[in-house]
T-cell receptor, first 113, second 112 residues
Framework: DTGVSQDPRHKITKRGQNVTFRCDPI?????LYWYRQTLGQGPEFLTY????????KSRLLSDRFSAERPKGSFSTLEIQRTEQGDSAMYLC???????????FGPGTRLLVL | AQKITQTQPGMFVQEKEAVTLDCTYD???????LFWYKQPSSGEMIFLIY??????QNATEGRYSLNFQKARKSANLVISASQLGDSAMYFC?????????FGAGTTVTVRA
């Protein structure tokens, strides 16, 4: 068990470009979350998967954002037509059904120029 | 409405002393979980301690203990014998059903 992994760790892109991030949860974890964190703030919930089903999307997740979790394993978060306001740390987390802890990955730092 | 409130933006503590980080929460769900995470400058969220709403005893993990006062909706973190490596941002979080909600965090700086 190597924990939650995310790829890439850093991404610099130009405004208007599309970016995709990948998250590999802990293998036996059926829940997967995406969070966004801006400097000096706590993480904000974006979306949640139980197995392959996306059960909740935050209003923070505009139409430019899409997330998938095919086959209930890894997940991808895509941002289309990036804007400078999308610059943030994107955190993935996974957990088992209650009770228990929520394990976070190292995050992907996105900078949109 | 804010679900998690951390009122201390920053705190200084002397090495080897204890520090208490405040956290209050708001929920009407009888079943919930409370978490504390540490986030060093590298950005990784490190799980420290967990308290379930039905747990009778306060959680402890090494130098970390959670002072759970259910009636006051308070879940303060106590770090004993502070070390220089404890300097980081600390987040209180609450899980209702599946969603984890975070407070704004408290920056702790440990002085030698």
């Amino acid at each position: 068990d190597t924990g939650v992994s995310q790829d890439p760790r850093h991404k610099i892109t130009k405004r208007g470009q599309n970016v995709t991030f990948r998250c590999d949860p802990i293998s036996e974890h059926n829940r997967l979350y995406w969070y966004r964190q801006t400097l000096g703030q706590g993480p904000e919930f974006l979306t949640y998967f139980q197995n392959e089903a996306q059960l909740e999307k935050s209003r923070l997740l505009s139409d430019r954002f899409s997330a998938e979790r095919p086959k209930g394993s890894f997940s991808t978060l895509e941002i289309q037509r990036t804007e400078q306001g999308d610059s943030a740390m994107y955190l993935c987390a996974s957990s088992l059904t209650d009770p228990g802890g929520v394990d976070f990955g190292p995050g992907t730092r996105l900078l949109v120029l | 409405a804010q679900k998690i409130t951390q009122t201390q933006p920053g705190m200084f503590v002397q090495e080897k002393e204890a520090v208490t980080l405040d956290c209050t929460y708001d929920t009407s769900d009888p079943s919930y979980g409370l978490f504390w995470y540490k986030q060093p400058s590298s950005g990784e969220m490190i799980f420290l301690i967990y308290q379930g709403s039905y747990d009778q005893q306060n959680a402890t993990e090494g130098r970390y203990s959670l002072n759970f006062q259910k009636a006051r909706k308070s879940a303060n973190l106590v770090i004993s014998a502070s070390q220089l490596g404890d300097s980081a941002m600390y987040f209180c979080a609450m899980r209702e059903r599946y969603k984890l909600s975070f407070g704004a965090g408290t920056t702790v700086t440990v002085r030698a």
